[in-house]
């Protein structure tokens, strides 16, 4: 028991130093930041350390018993007294900790029925309204507004106000997904046929990763998405950008890429607004060099790797619904630099 | 002090008549309850190696982050395949060959009611695990997992056979552990030895009693579940098909109505496992028997009550799941109550710290972790957090392991002498159980902390940056060690079985009747079947009140006991040996292996099982003849 212990503290230690050196999209249900995260945490500690001294008080009374009693490496008499004579001491004693169990128990019922209350009634006033459609495997967002000319598409990347509420409007376009994104709250299931929903606060400007739960068949591994919180003003920068249509291709290169985009493949799955391509089957592309990863997180967002992963989007992601792309090199570069202007 | 009644004596004529046939159709038909339990240990045992071959590969993957060793394709097969495999042809069929084996010999009966049933039973799980494995090799093996949610597993995102294997493997492993729970009810209910009233079945046979009533209602949930999925796959019904009106959450309820019971089918039987071993090394007597009894009971009852706590990230409604943490935290009492029972025991016993022993203990470590994981789990809100993450991974190792596997080996090491007739290396044994226990720690402690961490299920690879990559390191060094500790085992078993020191009837000096037979026990169990008058037969003065006479050697004859007070009823005649349960279950496996590629096969798969049934119970005229003469006429 010792070992284990030392063994813990030491995991625990080398997760401080870990987590201390680097700095990346924060994805640690021990690390919350935001309100809903924040409950579930302290109901943790709660339960961590009513759970610990139960764990403890066991071990004591185990371990105090197989020592007191007295051994021998031989088989003794057996000593059945105890079938015809009733051991009054040790009924009180189980009776009392059998009562101390249910009694912790209550406490640790009634504790997480009052977290759960909590989490139900986060103030909604002003909320945010985000449909996020699971597909297999990657994350659909649309930024939904009472004015529908203010409706936007994007994938894979959430930005929120912070100190804003959110509701999350889940649903699935195949199979059961889960979201989770540790650092803000807990995990909800994106179920075809129903609509889930799933109210969090981000409290700290910052980079949240999330990542689906369920098992969801190929990739399911490669299926993260980053909740960007954003100060206010920059937010609604971030909004107005995203409602402006893609801006039209200047040079003549971008006008050959946005030429091929339309005829090759990727005008069947994807849609740009503000052009003919409106396919809803892969993420939207109307804002795709302003996003920091492609393909669901499997592949930082730049030249080489766009290149890559269009040419051959199973070498990375196998299983993927994206086909391969083959396109001659002056076509591929003109591409790229068309979508690079999608920002 | 054994009494004399209860010392083994050979018969010849009995062990004659309730011997197996010999030769190779002779092999096929045995129908002896030893030999079928014997063969269901040891296939199960395989199965579980086969499984935890499968988890090393896992561990292999995770080991490192962005591991490429195997890909997505395979590794989902993995992790199916692995679970599939222990929960349906290892931990629930494990625990009903053990109990195949010792029922008969704990309650003072020559034989195990329907024999012919139980033998058909094991051929159906032995080829419904075959089908699996076939299936796997040939790299068509399941992979939606071992819960197969729909829509996932349906026809739409699992084309192809992978899936109907998985359900149609169920499909066997159901079959098979209905009737052996059938076949363990009415053994327990009408073959006790006289005497042996319901106060004083031994605590083991009580919990198999209780295991199979959970079987018989949980199964059929799971039956259902499977069955619709193969007719969405096979003959387009939309049971599960939320386009037209069907309901993916649907096949939820279903599979944990069967799936949360399921757990508690895994973990009651190791329950009194522990308390066999418990009792002999502590030299005494359990402390607090109605307590173990209903607790045991209470346990099963409440089991069926907190399948929703699988489901709380679903949008169920949310007051609902509050009802479903109680239920689960409630559970929690009656094991607790049974933990303090055993500490009572220990500290009142003379303690033989023996590898059995060292096994049964390490529950207090391991499945007390487990457990106060579970509470953890059955909160609604830090569900939300830890469901579908390694620290579910974790709590349900701590529970299976710790709650299962730890208390089974320890009964293999405290039943082998039994079997064989043997005992089991002691040095070798210690060496097993420190190792075993050191390397599970190491391998499932880190996972609690990488779950929390955000590292979700049932990923075959995850990136660098994470950080989760020396935990899962860590994870996979304790994987091997656990993996050296489970080879030492069969290095045991494998010398022990021909080199051991010879055990003789009572090698522990234990309470209860199988130790009254011989080791290993006569064909027929008892050359005179004992009648009992206490809790511990073999440790009251008088325990053993008399024996049983005036059934006949030359035929497979037990006495049939009532209910509740083991009453002397009737004299029953089981069936011969015979050849029409295999060949029974050839023909359904041809049925249900057949269905998975037309539905024309159920049609004409009748057609084909119907004649070795017919033969299977077609009467014969000497039988006949002898009931006639009998028959009492009012």
Same mark, same amino acid.
């Not at chain 2, 079945?201 to 199979?212: E, G």
């Not at chain 2, 999925?229 to 939309?238: K, M, N």
């Not at chain 2, 083991?566 to 349960?581: D, F, G, K, V, Y």
């Given at each position: 028991?010792k070992?284990?212990?030392?063994i813990?503290a030491?995991?625990?230690?080398?997760?401080?130093?870990c987590?201390d050196a680097?700095?990346?999209?924060?994805?640690?249900?021990?690390?919350?930041?935001?309100v809903?995260?924040?409950?579930i945490?302290?109901l943790?500690?709660?339960?961590?350390l009513?759970?610990?001294?139960v764990?403890?008080?066991?071990?004591?009374a185990?371990?105090y018993a197989?020592?007191?009693?007295?051994?021998?490496?031989?088989q003794a008499?057996?000593d059945?007294?105890?079938?015809?004579?009733p051991e009054?001491?040790?009924?009180?004693r189980?009776?009392?900790a059998v009562?101390?169990?249910?009694?912790?128990?209550?406490?640790?019922?009634?504790?997480?029925?009052?977290?759960a209350?909590?989490?139900?009634h986060?103030p909604?006033?002003?909320a945010?309204q985000?449909?996020?459609?699971?597909?297999m495997w990657?994350?659909g967002?649309?930024?939904l507004?009472d004015?529908?000319?203010?409706?936007?598409?994007t994938?894979n990347?959430v930005?929120?106000?912070v100190?804003?509420?959110?509701?999350l409007q889940?649903?699935?376009?195949?199979?059961?997904?889960?979201?989770?994104?540790?650092?803000?709250?807990?995990?909800?299931?994106?179920?075809?046929?129903?609509?889930?929903?799933l109210?969090?606060?981000?409290?700290?400007p910052?980079?949240?990763?999330?990542?689906?739960a369920?098992?969801c068949?190929?990739?399911?591994?490669l299926?993260?998405?980053?909740v960007?919180?954003?100060?206010?003003?920059q937010?609604?920068?971030?909004?107005?950008?995203?409602?402006?249509?893609?801006p039209?291709?200047?040079?003549?290169?971008?006008?050959?890429?946005?030429?091929?985009?339309?005829?090759?493949?990727?005008?069947?799955?994807?849609a740009i607004?503000?052009?003919?391509?409106?396919?809803?089957?892969?993420p939207?592309?109307?804002?795709?060099?302003?996003?920091s990863?492609?393909?669901?997180?499997?592949l930082p967002n730049?030249r080489?790797?766009?290149a890559a992963w269009?040419?051959?989007?199973q070498?990375?992601k196998?299983?993927?619904?994206?086909p391969?792309?083959?396109?001659?090199?002056a076509?591929?570069?003109a591409?790229?630099?068309y979508?690079e202007?999608?920002? | 002090?054994?009494?004399?009644?209860?010392?083994?004596?050979s018969?010849?004529?009995l062990d004659r008549s309730?011997?197996?046939?010999?030769?190779?159709?002779?092999?096929?038909?045995a129908?002896?309850?030893?030999?079928?339990?014997m063969?269901?240990?040891?296939t199960?045992?395989g199965?579980?190696?086969a499984g935890g071959?499968l988890?090393?590969?896992?561990?292999?993957?995770?080991?490192?982050p962005?591991?490429?060793?195997v890909?997505?394709?395979?590794?989902?097969?993995l992790?199916?395949m692995?679970?599939t495999?222990?929960?349906?042809l290892f931990?629930?069929?494990?625990?009903q060959a053990?109990?195949?084996?010792?029922v008969?010999l704990?309650?003072?009966?020559?034989g195990?009611a329907?024999?012919?049933?139980n033998?058909?039973?094991?051929?159906?799980?032995?080829?419904g695990?075959?089908?699996l494995y076939?299936?796997?090799i040939l790299?068509?093996?399941p992979?939606?997992?071992?819960?197969?949610y729909?829509?996932?597993?349906?026809?739409?995102?699992?084309p192809?056979?992978?899936v109907?294997?998985?359900?149609?493997?169920i499909?066997?492993t159901?079959l098979?552990?209905?009737?052996?729970?059938?076949?363990l009810?009415?053994?327990i209910?009408?073959?006790?030895?006289?005497?042996m009233?319901?106060n004083r079945?031994?605590l083991?046979?009580?919990t198999?009693?209780?295991?199979s009533?959970?079987?018989i209602?949980?199964?059929p949930?799971?039956m259902?579940?499977?069955?619709?999925l193969?007719?969405d796959?096979?003959v387009?019904t939309?049971f599960y098909?939320p386009a037209?009106?069907?309901?993916v959450?649907?096949?939820?309820?279903?599979?944990?109505?069967?799936g949360?019971?399921?757990?508690?089918?895994i973990?009651?039987p190791?329950?009194?496992?522990?308390?066999?071993?418990?009792?002999?090394f502590?030299?005494?007597p359990?402390?607090?028997y109605?307590?173990?009894?209903?607790?045991?009971?209470a346990?099963a009852?409440?089991?069926?009550s907190?399948?929703?706590?699988h489901?709380f990230?679903?949008?169920?409604p949310?007051?609902?799941?509050?009802?479903f943490?109680?239920?689960?935290a409630?559970?929690?009492i009656p094991?607790?109550?049974?933990?303090?029972?055993?500490?009572a025991?220990?500290?009142t /016993?003379? *303690?033989n710290?023996?590898?059995?022993?060292?096994f +049964?203990l390490?529950?207090?470590? !391991? $499945? @007390?972790?487990?457990?106060l994981?579970?509470?953890?789990?059955?909160s609604?809100?830090l569900?939300?957090?830890v469901?579908?993450?390694?620290?579910?991974?974790?709590?349900?190792?701590y529970?299976l392991?710790?709650?299962?596997v730890f208390p089974?080996f320890?009964?293999?090491?405290?039943?082998?002498?039994?079997?064989?007739?043997?005992?089991?290396?002691?040095t070798?044994g210690r060496?097993?159980?420190?190792?075993?226990?050191?390397?599970?720690?190491?391998?499932f402690?880190?996972?609690?902390i990488a779950?929390?961490q955000?590292m979700?299920?049932?990923?075959?690879?995850?990136?660098?940056?994470?950080g989760? /990559?020396m *935990?899962?390191?860590?994870?996979?060094?304790g994987? +091997?060690?656990?993996?050296i500790? !489970? $080879? @030492?085992?069969?290095v045991?078993?494998?010398?022990?079985r021909?080199?051991g020191?010879p055990a003789?009837?009572?090698?522990?000096?234990?309470g209860?009747?199988?130790?009254?037979?011989?080791?290993?026990p006569?064909p027929?169990?008892?050359?005179?079947?004992?009648?009992?008058?206490?809790?511990y037969p073999?440790?009251?003065e008088g325990?053993?009140a008399?024996?049983v006479?005036?059934?006949v050697?030359?035929?497979r004859?037990v006495?049939?006991?009532?209910?509740?007070d083991?009453?002397?009823?009737?004299?029953a005649?089981?069936?011969?040996?015979?050849i029409w349960?295999?060949?029974?279950?050839?023909?359904?496996t041809v *049925?249900?292996?057949?269905?998975?590629?037309?539905?024309?096969?159920?049609?004409?798969?009748?057609? @084909?099982?119907?004649?070795?049934?017919?033969?299977?119970?077609?009467?014969?005229?000497?039988a006949t003849q002898?009931?006639?003469?009998?028959?009492?006429?009012p």
């Amino acid at each position: 028991m010792k070992l284990r212990a030392t063994i813990a503290a030491a995991f625990l230690l080398g997760l401080c130093l870990c987590a201390d050196a680097q700095q990346l999209p924060a994805h640690n249900a021990l690390e919350p930041a935001g309100v809903q995260a924040a409950e579930i945490h302290q109901l943790w500690r709660l339960t961590l350390l009513i759970c610990s001294a139960v764990f403890a008080a066991v071990l004591a009374a185990f371990l105090y018993a197989i020592w007191r009693a007295p051994h021998s490496a031989q088989q003794a008499p057996a000593d059945v007294s105890s079938l015809a004579h009733p051991e009054p001491r040790l009924q009180r004693r189980i009776t009392l900790a059998v009562l101390a169990a249910a009694a912790l128990l209550l406490v640790l019922v009634l504790a997480d029925f009052l977290t759960a209350r909590r989490l139900a009634h986060l103030p909604l006033k002003d909320a945010v309204q985000i449909e996020v459609t699971g597909h297999m495997w990657w994350w659909g967002a649309r930024y939904l507004d009472d004015d529908p000319s203010k409706l936007f598409d994007t994938a894979n990347e959430v930005h929120v106000p912070v100190g804003r509420p959110v509701i999350l409007q889940l649903s699935s376009a195949d199979v059961i997904h889960s979201f989770w994104a540790p650092s803000l709250h807990g995990k909800k299931d994106l179920i075809p046929g129903r609509t889930a929903l799933l109210q969090f606060r981000v409290d700290k400007p910052g980079l949240y990763r999330g990542q689906c739960a369920e098992f969801c068949g190929f990739e399911h591994a490669l299926m993260a998405f980053t909740v960007i919180a954003d100060a206010p003003a920059q937010y609604e920068a971030w909004l107005a950008a995203q409602r402006a249509p893609a801006p039209a291709p200047v040079s003549a290169q971008q006008q050959h890429g946005q030429a091929v985009f339309m005829r090759s493949t990727c005008a069947m799955c994807h849609a740009i607004s503000g052009t003919d391509a409106g396919a809803r089957l892969g993420p939207d592309l109307t804002h795709l060099a302003s996003r920091s990863t492609l393909a669901s997180g499997a592949l930082p967002n730049n030249r080489q790797q766009l290149a890559a992963w269009i040419l051959d989007p199973q070498r990375f992601k196998k299983g993927a619904n994206m086909p391969a792309t083959p396109l001659s090199s002056a076509d591929l570069d003109a591409l790229l630099s068309y979508l690079e202007t999608l920002k | 002090m054994t009494p004399a009644a209860a010392i083994p004596q050979s018969n010849p004529v009995l062990d004659r008549s309730w011997s197996d046939p010999p030769g190779i159709i002779g092999w096929l038909s045995a129908t002896n309850h030893k030999t079928v339990a014997m063969r269901f240990m040891l296939t199960t045992f395989g199965f579980f190696v086969a499984g935890g071959l499968l988890a090393l590969i896992i561990r292999l993957q995770l080991a490192r982050p962005d591991s490429k060793l195997v890909g997505p394709d395979f590794y989902n097969q993995l992790f199916t395949m692995h679970g599939t495999t222990m929960m349906f042809l290892f931990a629930v069929p494990v625990m009903q060959a053990v109990a195949i084996y010792l029922v008969p010999l704990m309650i003072g009966a020559r034989g195990i009611a329907f024999p012919r049933m139980n033998a058909f039973a094991y051929w159906i799980f032995l080829m419904g695990g075959l089908m699996l494995y076939t299936a796997f090799i040939l790299d068509i093996g399941p992979d939606a997992g071992w819960f197969s949610y729909p829509p996932l597993a349906g026809p739409e995102y699992s084309p192809g056979k992978r899936v109907d294997f998985w359900a149609q493997l169920i499909t066997f492993t159901e079959l098979s552990g209905l009737l052996e729970a059938v076949i363990l009810i009415t053994t327990i209910f009408k073959l006790r030895a006289p005497g042996m009233t319901l106060n004083r079945v031994p605590l083991y046979v009580w919990t198999m009693l209780v295991t199979s009533f959970m079987v018989i209602f949980a199964m059929p949930s799971v039956m259902l579940a499977s069955t619709a999925l193969i007719t969405d796959r096979l003959v387009g019904t939309h049971f599960y098909n939320p386009a037209e009106g069907g309901d993916v959450v649907l096949w939820q309820h279903l599979f944990w109505f069967f799936g949360h019971p399921e757990v508690y089918m895994i973990f009651i039987p190791p329950l009194c496992f522990m308390s066999s071993i418990i009792a002999t090394f502590s030299r005494r007597p359990i402390y607090g028997y109605p307590v173990m009894v209903l607790a045991i009971i209470a346990t099963a009852f409440l089991a069926f009550s907190l399948w929703v706590h699988h489901m709380f990230a679903t949008n169920v409604p949310e007051l609902g799941k509050s009802f479903f943490t109680a239920a689960s935290a409630m559970i929690a009492i009656p094991t607790a109550a049974q933990m303090f029972c055993w500490i009572a025991t220990l500290a009142t /016993g003379k *303690l033989n710290f023996r590898t059995p022993m060292l096994f +049964a203990l390490s529950f207090f470590v !391991i $499945l @007390l972790i487990g457990g106060l994981s579970g509470i953890m789990l059955a909160s609604v809100s830090l569900d939300l957090q830890v469901h579908d993450s390694f620290f579910v991974v974790a709590h349900l190792h701590y529970v299976l392991l710790g709650g299962a596997v730890f208390p089974l080996f320890g009964a293999f090491y405290y039943w082998f002498p039994k079997f064989t007739g043997r005992l089991m290396n002691e040095t070798l044994g210690r060496w097993n159980f420190w190792l075993m226990f050191a390397g599970f720690n190491i391998a499932f402690f880190p996972m609690h902390i990488a779950g929390l961490q955000g590292m979700p299920r049932r990923v075959y690879t995850y990136p660098a940056e994470m950080g989760w /990559g020396m *935990l899962n390191l860590i994870s996979s060094i304790g994987a +091997a060690i656990l993996a050296i500790g !489970i $080879l @030492l085992f069969i290095v045991n078993v494998l010398r022990s079985r021909r080199s051991g020191t010879p055990a003789g009837a009572d090698p522990w000096a234990a309470g209860t009747l199988e130790w009254a037979a011989a080791s290993p026990p006569a064909p027929g169990n008892f050359s005179i079947p004992p009648v009992v008058a206490s809790r511990y037969p073999l440790w009251s003065e008088g325990g053993v009140a008399g024996s049983v006479k005036g059934l006949v050697d030359h035929r497979r004859e037990v006495l049939v006991t009532s209910v509740l007070d083991a009453i002397p009823n009737h004299r029953a005649t089981l069936p011969e040996s015979s050849i029409w349960p295999f060949i029974s279950a050839l023909a359904v496996t041809v *049925l249900f292996v057949a269905s998975i590629f037309t539905p024309w096969a159920v049609v004409w798969g009748a057609v @084909l099982v119907t004649p070795p049934l017919v033969a299977w119970f077609w009467p014969k005229k000497a039988a006949t003849q002898r009931n006639l003469q009998r028959e009492v006429k009012p």
